[in-house]
């Protein structure tokens, strides 16, 4: 009897396929299901990665993890980075950075063990609804004008029958070595940075609690002969050494048994006090894909850039991808806009993700200094206080923003186009941070006076409508209706910037600032020429958009 090929299963059909299941594409995931899409996630590993990679936070990032519920949770495990110091050989303090100011409604910066992070991250994503398909490689990508599919088969079996998942989109979050990428034949630029391999050790403590004065915080060791970054909490039983690899130094050596040991024990720590839980060696590089974009697969995190660690932004960046692009997407698929909204998601992040590249290989070409002559004056530098300022992060300048050359931005570069203020407000008895007062993330306006009810005119209160603006006024006074502002951080912003409101997009970064609350139908106006020009439906398209 001739039995016949069984028959091809149905497809999976979602809104959006998101290829890589690292903690990129959790977040990715995560976002766009708040935002009601159907989504489907496919890694090629059956479990998550046991290991720490990245190991750093900053507040931006913790407030993405507070629109997905999840940011008190991670404030648990994490641990605020309150000091990281520039130190000698000889553990002489040359710089000391103080850190755990405000940092959009939390600090600037937290260590975390990456595995906690991930397990947090995942309860997320299946709770609100996500489809993750663990253990299966994606093996080949298509689209036309309707769609894009990814063809899936298990990765331990690659003769099963092969899986079609259907999507309107595809987002390719699997890291440097992307799939997603090569699929679709985009290029990465190799971007030139060339630094020394370094070991990384992420030490578990037997007594977390153990004091170690050799250690407080974070230490830059400026060691001519093996520069080290040594951190002293990442979560709450780990620490981390990336200890820079000397000429000649191979793999099998450095991760041996003997000089692991070795390297720790010159900061106290011997096989009595826990467990070397990972050993690997890393080549850091600096890279770029040429396009973000092709049709209906963009790319997200590793797969788009990748960067050294000297300032702690690679992860983060890429959680920056998913928050700049979920909000867009889901316009898109939500009918109120046009596909074009999506070529902004490149326009926008690339200048700030090559920026950071940029900052992160200087930091390191000052920090991996071997040259006795150089690191000499280097460090009279740094004793004498000569400490460079750390640069401002860049800033959107193009998409959906307000242009940086028009008359009302030319002094406003400290606020347009960055991460939009968020403190503690008060109302009807409740206080917390502003995003909590609110059922989910969206346009907003935030000003130190309220507006006058006859301010906006018929089209600029149909736009405010449209959007679902919310007005969100903030006091230190007693206002009925209006938010106090607990701490005064809102008003210090106000005067230190010179501006009176700021308009927020829904992924938190400001479109634009005013000096006067009567220039805000101006700024509305602004909005609407952007978002027209972008694509979005209802909108006129009188003047082209910034590029």
């Known amino acids: 009897m001739r039995i016949g090929n069984p028959s091809p299963p149905e497809p999976i059909r979602c809104d959006v396929t998101v290829v890589g299941y690292g903690p990129v594409g959790m977040v990715t995931a995560a976002l766009l299901a708040q935002e009601g899409l159907d989504v489907v996630v496919v890694e090629r590993f059956p479990q998550r990665f046991g290991l720490p990679r990245a190991g750093h936070l900053d507040g931006e990032t913790m407030r993405t993890f507070q629109r997905i519920g999840v940011a008190r949770a991670v404030e648990l495990i994490a641990r605020p980075m309150l ?101 679709v034949g985009i290029e990465r630029l190799d971007l030139g940075f060339k630094a020394m391999d370094h070991l990384v050790l992420d030490f578990e403590h037997d007594d977390p609690d153990r004091d170690m004065p050799q250690l407080p915080e974070v230490y830059q060791v400026l060691d001519i002969h093996r520069p080290t970054l040594a951190g002293r909490w990442n979560g709450s039983s780990w620490s981390r050494w990336e200890f820079a690899a000397r000429d000649g130094e191979t793999r099998e050596f450095l991760e041996s048994d003997t000089t692991c040991w070795k390297l720790l024990a010159d900061w106290g720590i011997t096989p009595e006090h826990g467990t070397i839980t990972r050993r690997a060696v890393y080549s850091f590089e600096s890279s770029i894909a040429a396009h ?167 089209d600029q209160r149909q736009l405010l409508s449209m959007l679902g603006v919310e007005i969100v006024h903030v006091t230190r006074g007693r206002a009925q209706g209006s938010f106090l502002d607990i701490d005064g951080e809102y008003d210090l912003w106000f005067r230190r910037t010179g501006r009176k409101a700021f308009l927020e997009r829904p992924d938190a970064y400001v479109f634009g600032t005013v000096r006067t609350i009567d220039e805000l139908p101006a700024l509305l106006d602004d909005l609407a020429r952007s978002l027209g020009g972008h694509g979005w439906v209802g909108l006129e398209r009188d003047s082209a958009p910034a590029r």
């Open 83 to 183: 000091q990281w110091e520039l130190v000698t050989a000889e553990r002489e303090v040359l710089s000391s950075i103080r850190l755990g100011q405000a940092g959009s409604g939390w600090k600037e910066d937290y260590l975390c063990y990456q595995p906690e992070l991930e397990e947090i991250l995942d309860a997320s994503v299946r709770q609100l609804g996500v489809r993750v398909l663990m253990g299966t490689t994606a093996t080949r990508v298509d689209q036309d004008s309707q769609g894009a599919s990814v063809t899936v088969r298990a990765t331990d079996d690659l003769c099963a029958p092969a899986q079609i998942v259907e999507s309107a989109y595809v987002l390719g979050a699997d890291g440097a070595g992307s799939f997603v990428r090569r699929s």
């Open 292 to 458: 973000w974009r092709s049709g209906r697969v963009l790319l997200l995190g590793d797969a788009a850039h990748t960067m050294p660690p000297f300032m702690g932004q690679g992860l983060l960046s890429g959680i920056r991808d998913a928050t700049n692009l979920s909000w867009k997407l889901a316009a898109v698929l939500g009918g109120r806009a046009e596909d074009t909204l999506l070529d902004t998601y490149e326009i926008e992040r690339r200048p700030h993700v090559r920026g950071l590249i940029d900052m992160s290989i200087a930091v390191g070409q000052t920090v991996l200094v071997t040259d006795p002559e150089q690191a000499r004056l280097r460090d009279e530098k740094l004793r004498a206080g000569q400490t460079p300022r750390p640069p401002l992060f860049p800033r959107l300048v193009a998409g959906i923003v307000r242009a940086p050359d028009s008359p009302d931005a030319l002094d406003a570069a400290e606020a347009d186009g960055r991460p939009a203020l968020q403190a503690r407000v008060a109302i009807d008895g409740m206080v917390d941070r502003l995003d909590e007062h609110f059922a989910e993330p969206g346009w907003r306006i935030v000003s130190r006076h309220r507006p006058p009810d006859d301010l906006f005119d018929a």
